[in-house]
């Protein structure tokens, strides 16, 4: 089973940029749909970005980080990363990196899907 390991997280003031790392254990298809989560305490799990190919790369994104986050994939296949941008304090929460063992579902109902593989979380805090 491919295992996930997140990196990059930290402490960032509010307006600042962050870039995190997930590595595969192994290379995953490029057709295997990646995607970033994150928890804040309290607070349901939130789907944020998601890629994969069908020849090119497609993604998709959740409306809280549109046009301030970024996820892309290495073609060897043992990385994704999420570079975040104009970070606020509300994006303080744990990132998780997840796999799934097919194609990204329809974009409206890929972070409402059960992963099949999850990294262990890093921490991200913003402060104002």
């Known amino acids: 089973q491919v295992r996930l390991v997140e990196s990059g997280g930290g402490s960032v003031e509010s307006g600042g940029s962050l870039r995190l790392v997930c590595v595969a254990s192994?290379?995953?298809?490029?057709?295997?749909?990646m995607a970033w989560f994150r928890q804040a305490p309290g607070k349901e799990r939130e789907g944020l970005a998601a890629?994969?190919?069908?020849?090119?790369?497609?993604?998709y994104y959740a409306n809280s980080v549109k046009d301030r986050f970024t996820i892309s994939r290495d073609s060897t296949g043992y990385w994704v990363d999420l570079q975040m941008n104009r970070l606020k304090p509300e994006d303080t929460a744990t990132y998780y990196c997840?796999?799934?063992?097919?194609?990204?579902?329809?974009?409206?109902?890929?972070?409402?899907?059960?992963?099949?593989?999850w990294g262990q979380g890093i921490q991200v805090t913003v402060s104002s």
């Open positions: 192994e290379s995953v298809e490029r057709s295997n749909c």
């Open positions: 890629i994969y190919s069908t020849g090119g790369w497609n993604s």
């Open positions: 997840a796999m799934l063992n097919d194609r990204c579902p329809l974009p409206w109902t890929i972070f409402k899907t059960p992963f099949d593989v």
